[in-house]
């Protein structure tokens, strides 16, 4: 299933935050919860809460219906809000 979702990922969701300089790394998959860390311009990213639930994860529990939860990872802190 991670291939499907690293597809998934490269195919729709990279593209788009790619166009505002982020990025998304699958950090792992266990008992159907996929942690992910947020990169680049969504690492501290205000919308970033917004892009993960109703973006990003809406669009992976369509497609991969046994994924019961996404996890962010991403250390926010450190990042840089880029709409500031």
């Known amino acids: ?3 499907k979702i690293e597809t998934l990922m490269d195919e729709q969701i990279r593209p788009a935050l790619a166009a505002h300089g ?3 790394e699958i950090v792992d998959l266990d008992n159907n919860k996929l942690f992910l860390k947020l990169q680049g311009g969504c ?8 892009t ?3 973006g990003i994860e809406r669009l992976l529990k369509q497609n991969f219906p046994d994924i019961e939860e996404v996890v962010d990872l991403t ?4 990042g840089d809000n880029p709409y500031m």
């Open 1 to 3: 299933m991670l291939r």
């Open 22 to 24: 982020g990025n998304v």
């Open 43 to 50: 690492q501290g990213c205000s919308s970033s809460s917004a």
């Open 75 to 78: 250390d926010h802190a450190s």
């Open 52 to 54: 993960l639930k109703d």
